[in-house]
C-alpha cells in the first residue's frame, strides 16, 4: 500500500511526504499528470478548499480533477470517477462527520481494496485519522461528536492511530497526559510540520512525531 497521514499539507514535511507518494506512483502508472481524487470531509459550497488542494496538486507536477462530496452533493459518476484516480485525498475538517458521510455511502470497503491495490491515499489530518483503525484520537485535537457517531472505527489500514496538530505545550499539560491515558493502542501524536509515509511496507517518519505505547 501507498499511504500518507499528515497534519498539515503546506508544511515542509507535509509536502515531502505528499510528493514521495506521487513519485511512488509514477513508475507504476504510465499516466502523466498522474490524476487525484478528492473527498470532502464535509460540504464545500464555494469548493475553497478544494480549490486550494488543486493549486498544491498542480506545483507538485499532478492534476486534482475528481471532487466527491458525501452529503447533498454525492454522486455515483464521481466516485467512479475517483477509483479510476492514481491517488485519493481524503481532506481535513470535522473527524466524526467525514466517517458518518463515509460509512453512509458504504465507502470504507470500498476505499480499503482502493488502497490494497495499490492506488495511493493522502490523508489530511480528519482523512490521516480515518486510514486508521479508529478515530477515538480525534477528541486530542479538539473534535466534538456533534453527530452523535457510535461506531467509530475505520479503515484500519495501519495498526496505530494518529493525532494531528500535537504541539509541545499539549504534550506537557497534565489535562493532556490525563486524555492520552485512556488510549491503550499505539497512537501517533504528529505536529504540524511532521508526517508518516507508508511505501516500503514499513512506516518512515519526516519529521519530529511522539508516539505513545510505541
Known amino acids: 500500500m501507498k499511504l500518507a497521514l499528515l497534519s498539515d499539507p503546506n508544511t515542509e514535511n507535509g509536502q515531502a511526504a505528499i510528493n514521495a507518494l506521487l513519485q511512488s ?22 469548493r475553497e478548499f478544494y480549490q486550494q488542494a488543486q493549486h498544491m496538486y498542480q506545483t507538485l507536477g499532478a492534476e486534482l480533477s475528481v471532487y466527491l462530496e458525501l452529503e447533498g452533493g454525492f454522486s455515483q459518476q464521481s466516485v467512479e470517477r475517483l477509483l479510476n484516480c492514481d491517488a485519493i485525498h481524503l481532506s481535513g475538517g470535522d473527524t466524526y462527520r467525514f466517517l458518518k458521510g463515509l460509512k453512509n455511502r458504504k465507502l470504507l470497503p470500498v476505499l480499503r481494496q482502493y488502497a490494497i491495490n495499490g492506488g495511493g491515499l493522502i490523508g489530511i489530518s480528519a482523512g490521516a485519522m480515518i ?18 457517531l ?38 501517533c501524536l504528529c505536529p504540524d510540520d511532521a508526517s508518516l509515509l507508508f511505501i ?10 511522539q508516539w505513545h505505547l510505541l
Open 131 to 148: 486510514m486508521t483503525p479508529s478515530i477515538a484520537s480525534a477528541s486530542l485535537c479538539g473534535d466534538i461528536n456533534h453527530c452523535g
Open 150 to 187: 457510535d461506531d467509530l472505527s475505520a479503515l484500519n489500514l495501519v495498526d496505530f492511530m494518529f493525532a494531528p496538530h500535537i504541539d509541545q505545550a499539549q504534550l506537557r499539560s497534565d489535562q493532556f497526559q490525563q486524555q492520552l491515558a485512556v488510549f491503550k493502542q499505539q497512537l
Open 200 to 209: 516500503t511496507g514499513k512506516v518512515e517518519q519526516l519529521g519530529v512525531c
Open 25 to 46: 506512483l509514477i513508475g507504476v502508472n504510465k499516466r502523466s499528470p498522474l490524476r487525484v481524487g478528492y473527498i470532502a470531509s464535509q460540504p464545500d459550497p464555494h
